[in-house]
Antibody
């Protein structure tokens, strides 16, 4: 059973860089999509991006110019960096994981594991 | 980008009754669709993937159906713990996109 424990700064000023890390415990499969999702207060979920253990990444085009997701398999963690934040980036940020099972084919995906969420507030 | 549209925005249901939630994709996503449940202050919880496969530990009162552009999540005999917000997500294309959510509230 995978458990995700996320951490990082919760209060930023405009133009600063958001940095969050997700520690992974109990991984059971060889490969995963390591993902970040955010949720502005009172609103719905927005997919930010993902990375696999082989470091293949995909990002939401709306954030792509400012986002970097990285993985460190030796440390069992993955991270999110979002540059030049504004008030519009205020949200609860979640890390999440999907096992990537070869026998299921190219669309093996489901966000079965989630971190506890981190509220990131951007304010001057 | 595939736009996911959920309806209704809010569904008022009495305990013990059935709830039917809809999710429509702006283009075909085959069966590459998941459903999540979110309660206030909590992370989302996976319910269904592959449009109709229940995730581990999800009771049979939850069922998913559909393919292509039209999907349905059905909750039979609603219990108090089922009142929450439900999101669909397509993973057929990048970016992976969520619907805006359906809130199931007590009537």
């Amino acid at each position: 059973q995978v458990q995700l424990q996320q951490w990082g700064a919760g209060l930023l000023k405009p133009s600063e860089t958001l940095s969050l890390t997700c520690d992974v415990y109990g991984r059971a499969f060889n490969d995963y999509y390591w993902s970040w999702i955010r949720q502005p207060p009172g609103k719905g979920l927005e997919w930010i991006g993902e990375i696999t253990d082989s470091e293949s990444s995909n990002y939401n085009p709306s954030l792509k110019s400012r986002v970097t997701i990285s993985v460190d398999t030796a440390k069992n963690q993955f991270s999110l960096k979002l540059t030049s934040v504004t008030a519009a980036d205020t949200a609860v940020y979640y890390c999440a994981a999907s096992p990537r099972l070869a026998f299921e084919g190219p669309w093996s995906y489901r966000l079965a594991y989630w971190g506890q969420g981190t509220l990131v507030t951007v304010s001057s | 980008e595939v736009v996911m549209t959920q309806s209704p925005a809010t569904l008022s249901v009495s305990p013990g009754e059935r709830a039917t939630l809809s999710c429509r994709a702006s283009q075909s996503v085959s069966s590459n669709l998941a459903w999540y449940q979110q309660k206030p202050g909590q992370a989302p919880r996976l319910l269904i993937y592959g449009a109709s496969t229940r995730a581990t530990g999800i009771p049979a009162t939850f069922s998913g159906s559909g393919s292509g552009t039209e999907f349905t999540l059905t909750i039979t005999s609603l219990q108090s713990e089922d009142f929450a917000v439900y999101y669909c997500q397509q993973y057929d294309n990048w970016p992976r996109t969520f619907g805006q959510g359906t809130k199931v509230e007590i009537k």
